[in-house]
């Protein structure tokens, strides 16, 4: 993987700017150690870190192609999971290249096929490429989103970036947050809108959607969608198909010039992901699979069984690696280092996260990084074959907002005076009316199959959303580039038209993937019920963020008062915030994780010189 930017001005002669985008690209450089490089001309300058995947000497960017009337030159973010499919279609019409590299095919498909290469392609990305001819900067980014691209328009500027921390290098894009970004933050956070960047003048390109700029002019369009189709297979066949595209998904994206392992956490998910690659390391004489898992120190003995949280992953872990013979390791975090590490998680993710469901695996990925440069990880297997509790209960299902987020109102009370006039629900309200608006729909299906429809939809594009973001910003903090099996565009298509009687087969969550999955790992593993990712539940953890907390609001300049009312919160801290009694976000923040939240937000608006305008 690796870090984009780059700076358009259709005005004014750039060409003499290089330093101000090398100092963009600068900011990536743990998205991209290996190498960097950079591209002038009169009115653009392309900036790339890379992170050395496939091709060591083939694959260097920025990357040039001169063609009889044109040249053309991408910066790229990415993995293709089809290169040499789409190489076979362009050798058949003359093409010829110079590398084995992934970056190269892109280009030359743009330039045969135009907007139209984003039909033919399977990865994930985030590029853009230069038309010299037509001097035009054609943005695109993956289907899911799985790759992050941020943009900025100022006067006849156009700047973009793998990450918002690059935009913020830049002199012209200052990092002003208004009322939209308060409520982003505070009424949505850790989730954003589609589109949104929280700052004022920085927006994200949303996924399966790309972006031109000729003569000071954008056009965003969207070039893929879900569609809304009669599902004609039955529960055998559906079976078959989701096992055989998952492990093409699988197959294809252990792919990788240098050491590649799977997240293992003993779920079923990254069971599945880990089977079928230690199958095909078997099969094609790749040694053994390096496998992962993460715990906490004395996890054993303060684990909580909850609703959410019904098993430790342990033992299981160990159980799936012991059957598919892979090499295992388990990273033990220290709680103590969790509460540190959520510094190092705001400056990773630019926003505040997930608190130290954000530094667990900023930690594990920096372990992980000590052996392994790529990963396969389970993520996007919840929200499209219904993992989640809001799936199954009836008060969840029929919620009319989010339902993984229910506490806007509790949200709106931590409010300071200066923005406690601020419309929080009606924000959140309309971003969830907005989105089922956008739902596809059968007119011949009955209502409860309709709103089993929008619930998934709902998942994959928001919290879904949320968590390929986490992904992303904390393994490419620590140069480990990590794939996703589930959120290939083959399998969320197919998914989201599967009815709901066989997606839940026995009365299940997930009760189709576990079926399709019956016979590749043991049974206990696929019956297990399903546990998230896990978090800490030792007291060192509650009292360490409860200490850091309460020193910040004993500090009378600390940002964070700009936005919070400091008796409310005072209150939160001094209950081990027990005294917010929902979930601030999804079924892990609770409790020691909001006031990590907090923390967060205060590292935030420190690291970042958050200036807050109306």
């Avoid at 989701?242 to 998910?269: H, K, M, Y």
């Amino acid at each position: 993987m690796c870090g984009i930017a780059g700076w358009i001005n259709t005005e004014e002669k750039i060409y003499d700017s290089r330093a101000l985008v090398e100092k963009m690209t600068d900011s990536l450089e743990k998205r991209g150690p290996d190498n960097s490089g950079s591209y002038a001309d009169d009115n653009i300058v392309l900036g790339h870190r890379r992170l050395v995947i496939i091709d060591a000497e083939g694959g260097a960017q920025p990357m040039i192609r001169q063609t009889d009337e044109n040249r053309y030159v991408i910066v790229y973010n990415g993995e293709l999971y089809n290169t040499e499919d789409v190489r076979s279609q362009l050798l058949s019409k003359g093409y010829s290249f110079r590398s084995y590299s992934d970056t190269e095919v892109l280009l030359v498909s743009f330039i045969e096929w135009g907007e139209e290469c984003l039909s033919r392609i399977n990865g994930i990305f985030a590029f853009g490429i230069w038309d010299e001819k037509n001097k035009s900067l054609f943005l695109a980014r993956d289907h899911l989103g799985v790759k992050p691209l941020f943009y900025s328009l100022k006067g006849s500027s156009l700047l973009f970036a793998s990450q918002i921390k690059a935009l913020l290098a830049h002199p012209l894009v200052e990092p002003i947050v208004n009322r939209e970004g308060i409520m982003e933050i505070l009424g949505l956070g850790p989730a954003r809108s589609p589109g949104k960047g929280v700052f004022r003048d920085i927006r994200e390109i949303p996924p399966a959607h790309c972006l031109t700029f000729k003569d000071g002019t954008v056009n965003l369009r969207e070039y893929w969608k879900l569609e809304a189709r009669e599902h004609e297979e039955d529960f055998e066949g559906t079976k078959s198909t989701v096992r055989n595209l998952l492990t093409d998904a699988v197959e294809r994206q252990l792919i990788s010039d240098v050491p590649v392992c799977t997240f293992l956490s003993g779920g079923l998910d990254s069971s599945a992901i880990s089977a079928i690659a230690a199958d095909y390391y078997g099969r094609t004489n790749r040694g053994t699979l390096p496998t992962y898992s993460i715990d906490y120190k004395d996890n054993d003995k303060f684990f909580q069984a909850s609703l959410f949280q019904p098993t430790s992953d342990q033992i299981f872990a160990l159980r799936m690696s012991e059957f598919i013979k892979s090499s295992h390791n388990t990273v033990i975090l220290d709680n103590l280092d969790l509460v540190r590490a959520l510094d190092d998680a705001v400056k990773a993710n630019d926003l505040p996260g997930m608190a130290d469901i954000d530094s667990s695996l900023l930690l594990f990925c920096r372990e992980i990084r000590k052996n392994q440069t790529v990963a396969l990880s389970g993520e996007c297997a919840d929200e499209l074959f219904g993992g989640y509790p809001w799936f199954t209960r009836t008060e969840d299902i029929n919620a009319d907002t989010f339902p993984w987020s229910k506490s806007t109102r509790e949200r709106r009370e931590i409010l300071s005076r200066d923005f406690a006039d601020l419309p929080m629900e009606e924000y959140v309200n309309q971003a969830y009316a907005d989105t089922i608006r956008r739902v596809p729909k059968l007119s011949s299906e009955p209502k409860e199959e309709t709103r089993m429809r929008e619930l998934f939809y709902l998942n994959i594009k928001w919290f879904m959303m949320t968590l390929l973001n986490r992904k992303d910003r904390m393994s490419m903090a620590n140069s480990l580039e990590v794939r996703v099996p589930f959120a290939d565009y083959r399998i969320v298509e197919y998914a989201f038209n599967i009815p709901n009687q066989l997606k839940f087969y026995n009365g299940r969550e997930k009760g189709l993937l576990r079926e399709a999955l019956r016979g590749t790992m043991p049974d206990d593993i696929i019956d297990r019920k399903k546990s998230p990712y896990p978090k800490t539940h030792h007291q060192d953890y509650t009292n360490a963020v409860r200490s850091r907390m309460t020193e910040i609001l004993s500090n009378k300049s600390a940002p964070i008062y700009q936005l919070i009312d400091k008796s409310r919160v005072s209150e939160i801290v001094a209950s081990g915030g027990k005294s917010f009694t929902k979930p601030w976000y999804g079924q892990l923040m609770t409790g020691p994780q909001l006031i990590a939240y907090f923390i967060q937000l205060n590292l935030w608006m420190e690291e970042f010189n958050v200036k807050f305008v109306d």
